[in-house]
């Protein structure tokens, strides 16, 4: 039977990153700036006055210290509080396509594979800069592959879902290796005008190699021994940004055209329901939770990562069980459980296991338990 393995991974990381002091004093500039200027309405109750956040109130309530970002500037400017992203002639390579294109080189040869290994491309993340042409086929064409691609958008989740696209294209003979990349610029719908929500997102792009078993060359191979995806509907994450918005000119500017998330409805939901997923995932294979030494989860959020390993080992999990990276990349959707892999697996020795678990809007949710070659 053809089995499938990550041979390689990849990360991109933006230059310019974002402290929570930063990103607070621009907020806080916008508040104040609001509050003067709408003082009347403000005394009269017609209008609520808008609370400053604070370095300590998002360290607290999501584990982020710091998120890289493609434009620090626009973010913190408090009359514009959006990254600025020139848009680019047709002629020239997309910001997601080059995002991919280190993401991929670096999987390429992490994994010891060349152009002509390559089969297919799928680009799977929350936000694509446009409907057509595809990113990937851009992708595909910028590295030289032959075969196929295609885009998908399963959110946070992409990655899990695109890896058990690409493994089962690899198992079923359709393609020989298959690179999966996860290009996410979340700063561009994220409303940093919310202090609920506006310090939750950073910018980053993965990129994993999935080939046969029988063709891996590398030290590096994970053998993916199964992948258990989940979806049920809820609006309680949701971002109503498309191509229908033009059809109706009073939703124009509206909040909703921007992430919006009912946090503490999603954190009640999604917790049990990813815990269940992992449980039940590792029950059908026969494996013992105490079977695993790793657990790289989405970076969503400290909380429910602490919440969800505990639900899933039984116990408090030490930090190399569940490890941390959201505390400097911020949530990154569907690249951060692949760059909590990609940073921390090294140590890995053959025989050894770990789940690799996304979750968020839809909702969705990817369990993939994997194994050292």
């Not at 848009?87 to 080189?105: F, H, K, T, W, Y």
């Not at 992490?110 to 086929?137: F, H, T, W």
């Not at 939901?269 to 790793?294: C, F, T, W, Y």
Request: one cysteine or more; charged letters at 20%; hydrophobic letters at 40%.
């Amino acid at each position: 039977m053809t089995k499938a393995v990550i041979s390689g991974t990849g990360l991109y990381t933006p230059a310019q990153s974002i402290s929570n002091d930063e990103l607070v004093a621009s907020f806080n500039a916008y508040v104040n700036e609001f509050n003067r200027s709408h003082a009347r309405e403000i005394e009269e109750g017609s209008l609520a006055a808008l609370t400053e956040s604070s370095s300590a109130f998002i360290e607290k309530a999501s584990g982020i210290k710091s998120r890289f970002v493609m434009d620090k500037a626009g973010i913190l400017d408090p009359q514009r509080m959006v990254p600025y992203l020139p848009e680019r002639s047709n002629d020239e390579p997309g910001i997601q396509c080059e995002m991919s294109l280190v993401a991929a080189r670096e999987a390429l040869e992490q994994s010891n594979k060349k152009i002509e290994d390559i089969d297919g491309v799928i680009v799977a993340c929350s936000n694509l800069q446009r409907p057509y042409p595809a990113i990937s086929i851009e992708v595909q064409t910028a590295l030289g592959i032959q075969g196929f691609a295609y885009d998908m958008n399963v959110a946070c989740s992409s990655a899990t879902f695109g890896l058990q696209a690409a493994a089962s294209a690899v198992i079923s003979g359709a393609a020989r290796a298959i690179l999966v990349i996860n290009p996410e610029i979340c700063t561009g719908h994220l409303n940093f005008r919310d202090r609920d929500s506006h310090f939750i997102f950073g910018d980053a792009c993965t990129a994993m190699v999935v080939e046969r078993a029988e063709t891996a060359t590398t030290d590096n191979a994970f053998e993916i021994l199964g992948i258990k995806l989940i979806t049920s509907f809820s609006n309680n994450i949701r971002n109503n940004f498309g191509f229908l918005n033009r059809a109706d000119a009073s939703g124009e500017g509206a909040l909703d055209k921007l992430f919006v998330q009912q946090g503490r409805k999603v954190f009640k939901e999604v917790v049990p329901m990813v815990g269940q997923l992992i449980n039940e995932h590792l029950d059908s294979m026969g494996i013992a939770s105490g079977q695993l030494k790793r657990l790289w989860l989405h970076q969503a959020n400290l909380s429910m990562n602490q919440l969800i390993a505990r639900k899933v080992l039984g116990r408090e999990p030490v930090d190399a069980e569940a490890p941390v990276i959201l505390d400097r990349y911020a949530n990154t959707s569907s690249a951060g459980s692949i760059i909590a892999f990609h940073l921390n697996k090294a140590d890995f020795k053959a025989g050894e296991m770990g789940v690799i678990c996304s979750f968020g809007a839809g909702y969705s949710a990817g369990s993939v338990i994997i194994r050292k070659c």
